[in-house]
């Protein structure tokens, strides 16, 4: 269960504590801690052998495949969000990235392993339950282990570790208080620009797009097609989202036409004009644009402002509290780093 483990070990700093504090820019990045190898791999006939040990923590190895593998999945759940030209880069940043996750993450587990941490097999198996609830249907836990040559003692290993590991760092953390309301207040006075919300709609559209190509003649049967649609909601024959789920040639008329909500600068000028001096419910006139002929309906029109410091106190409380935590881990991790013995074999 090497993916499963080793990512999930990395990140469980993250899932201990929340997400809030990684989605701001001031949040600590656990990973960031300093990294050894950062100077650009040569070649080595090791690095063609996926057996090959390319890294040494602490006696504990690190093979070529473990990173190749996890340096595979991260570049697929990045496919189509990065331009061709800049793959080659970011997957040699993604190497080191991993590489320096893999060293924490063996650091981690030897700390786990000296503190002799005590695991409730209630909850290993309270895990496994909420694993088998998020399985799709039709499939079995057991069924989808052996697609990976792993088995069930496996996955509880795995499990045991991570809770094991969730421990240490609570252990860690213990000392650490949360954050005040005036903590909160100066923080929401020296960062106002945190707070502001910009203006948004929440709107659903219905497409109608000509074929490549198309002439005159058959842009204006569109247009007049659209205009009927238009006709029949209005007239309560249909509602918009039936109609978007009928005839839009938009992959949203999956979610009944629905955009969900967006700022200005999102669309293009046409449609951002249209849905943001439309009413509320109406079923705005046909808006052409470069994708072709829409309507529109805007359901929600939130105007600019600022968040009020009552509404954010909340948040802004358990991100600090978040914030302080993760940099006694990033110190613990540093300091791990700093007593271990780590011999990158590829330099």
Do not use: W
């Amino acid at each position: 269960m090497l993916h499963y483990k080793i990512m999930i070990t990395t990140l469980l700093i993250a899932l201990a504590f929340g997400a809030q504090a990684q989605q701001d820019p001031a949040a600590i990045d656990l990973s960031k801690t300093e990294d050894l190898f950062s100077n650009p791999l040569q070649p080595n006939p090791l690095t063609n052998d996926p057996e090959a040990v390319v890294v040494k923590v602490n006696g504990m190895e690190i093979k070529r495949k473990e990173i190749s593998e996890l340096v595979s999945l991260t570049m697929q759940r990045l496919g189509g969000q990065v331009p061709p030209q800049q793959l080659p880069q970011l997957q040699q940043q993604m190497y080191t990235r991993v590489k320096n996750d893999l060293i924490n993450a063996k650091l981690i587990e030897g700390a786990v392993i000296a503190a002799d941490i005590p695991v409730d097999e209630a909850a290993i198996e309270a895990e496994i339950d909420t694993i088998r609830q998020s399985l799709p249907e039709g499939k079995t836990l057991e069924e989808l282990l052996e697609l990976q040559n792993n088995t069930l003692d496996e996955l509880k290993s795995d499990i045991r570790n991570q809770l094991a590991s969730r421990t240490l760092f609570e252990q860690q953390v213990a000392d650490i208080a949360d954050a005040t309301e005036t903590d909160a207040q100066t923080f929401y006075n020296e960062n106002p620009n945190n707070f502001q919300t910009p203006e948004q709609v929440t709107a659903s559209h219905i497409l109608l797009k000509p074929a490549e190509g198309a002439d005159d003649a058959a842009k204006a049967a569109s247009k007049a097609e659209l205009e009927s649609i238009r006709a029949t909601i209005i007239a309560g024959e249909t509602s918009f989202a039936e109609a978007a789920a009928a005839h839009s040639s938009c992959p949203s008329s999956a979610q009944g036409g629905s955009l969900g909500t967006f700022g200005k600068g999102q669309m293009v000028p046409e449609f951002e004009i249209a849905a943001f001096t439309q009413e509320i419910g109406e079923v705005g006139d046909i808006v052409e644009t470069q994708f072709g002929y829409h309507i529109i309906q805007v359901s929600e029109h939130t105007d600019e402002g600022t968040i009020a410091f009552e509404e954010a106190k909340v948040q802004i409380i358990d991100f600090l509290t978040n914030q302080s935590k993760q940099q006694v881990i990033s110190a613990y991790i540093e300091a791990l780093r700093n007593q271990a013995t780590i011999e990158d074999l590829t330099l």
